[in-house]
């Protein structure tokens, strides 16, 4: 019976051991945990707002290139049918090379 006596007062032996161990801090070191608490959260919203900054500015770049593209795409079939309908001096010297007479 000592084994389980054993086993059955281990539980309250843990119990008062770790209330022993549980001392109250002090105002001054629980300020400090505060503190270090402060500083890390604000460095963390820091960071994080200068990530959201460097995001958007890279979201306007690539809308920037975007549109870019966009009006390149269409102003390129106007561009080429403008100079099919009047020629540049070289390419119509070159059209009426080729012409029959």
Excluded at 5 to 20: F, I, M, N, T
Excluded at 61 to 89: C, H, I, N, Q, Y
Aim: charged share 30%.
């Amino acid at each position: 019976m000592s084994l389980l006596d054993g086993l059955a007062s281990s539980p309250r032996a843990l119990l008062q051991s770790s209330k022993a161990r549980m001392k109250k801090l002090p105002k001054k070191s629980q300020n400090e945990k505060y503190r270090l608490k402060y500083l890390r959260l604000r460095k963390a919203a820091k960071a994080t707002v200068f990530e959201n900054a460097a995001i958007c500015d890279e979201i306007a770049r690539l809308e920037e290139k975007f549109l870019k593209a966009k009006e390149e795409r269409r102003s390129s079939p106007t561009d080429l049918a403008f100079m099919m309908r009047v020629p540049s001096t070289l390419w119509a010297t070159a059209v009426l090379e080729y012409m029959p007479a």
